[in-house]
């Protein structure tokens, strides 16, 4: 069954799953909206696995197959909405030469592309470092700003200027810190807590953004204090890999600070 959208649906808000294992590859769940919007079809279900784009990571991408098999949902694009992830996609043909469709209520079994997810997620870890790394080579006057944690020209970016001069000897240090806290390691950490908890947890203050009666999400990188974040990441920094910090630039008061991470084996904790 396939409907037209008119409007948000009303349905439940959509579990993260995600929230709780940032490695899960592969879940089931159960349809609740199979939607055509602007000749794009979307599919919602009760709880997903898969990551809508957001805070500065892209979606996953990855596939929801009705039990059998015999129906596939290629799922190019994640989105949220209202607290409702959508998937977006298509129907692939079946084994009989024909697409399908999936019914309301119908159990589906979610997988997510295993190599998408390991690159996002050590790239938006990596993010989150180079703002420890920020702070321990002495450039905490810079305020975190917004960052962009895709896999074409990944950087972070903060309010306040490095010195021109001072800005080879910064990216350098900072490079190397990174690369020194990847070399030791050190768990990273994701919970859902109240406000005075995730205040705690972030050494004192969160963001104006987030509401005294919310329950946020806050991430720790080691030892390091952590920050509001809903996105993926690795268990450990050393899963990050190799660092390469390319680029730092100054324009309008604000540092620009470019970087990648470098190919990676990664260990065999993500479920499959």
């Known amino acids: 069954m396939v409907e037209a959208a008119g409007g948000a649906p009303d349905l439940p ?13 592969q879940a089931s769940a159960h ?16 709880c997903t696995i898969l990551y809508p784009q957001g805070g500065g990571q892209p979606s996953d991408k990855g596939f929801i197959l009705s039990i059998d098999e015999q129906t596939r949902f290629r799922v190019e694009d994640v989105r949220t909405r209202d607290g409702l992830v959508y ?13 399908s469709t999936f019914q309301i209520g119908q159990e589906v079994i979610l997988y ?17 470092l180079i703002d420890v790394c920020i702070e321990n080579i002495g450039l905490s006057s810079l305020q975190p700003g917004k960052g962009h944690h895709f896999p074409d020209g990944p950087f972070v970016e903060y309010k306040g200027a490095v010195p021109a001069s001072d800005i080879e000897s910064r990216r350098a240090a900072l490079e190397a810190e990174a690369n020194r806290l990847v070399a030791a390691g050190g768990t990273v950490q994701a919970a859902v807590c109240s406000y005075e908890e995730a205040r705690n947890r972030c050494g004192g203050q969160l963001p104006d953004y987030i509401a005294k009666d919310s329950k946020p999400r806050i991430v720790s990188i080691g030892s390091s204090f952590g920050c509001p974040c809903g996105g993926t990441h690795v268990k450990d920094i050393s899963e990050i890999g190799s660092m390469k910090v390319s680029q730092i630039r100054v324009k309008k008061g604000l540092t620009k600070v470019s970087y990648n991470v470098l190919p990676f084996e990664y ?4 479920e499959n």
Not at 87 to 99: I, K, R, T, V
């Open 13 to 25: 808000a959509t579990q993260l799953g995600y929230f709780d294992d940032m490695w899960q590859l």
């Open 87 to 99: 998937h977006y996609g298509f129907f692939e043909a079946s084994d009989l030469g024909n697409s």
């Open 267 to 270: 260990p065999m904790h993500f």
């Open 112 to 128: 997510v592309d295993k190599s998408r997810r390991q690159l996002n997620s050590r790239l938006h870890t990596a993010g989150h």
């Open 31 to 46: 349809v609740l909206s199979v939607l055509v919007e602007e000749s794009k079809i979307a599919i919602i279900v009760d």
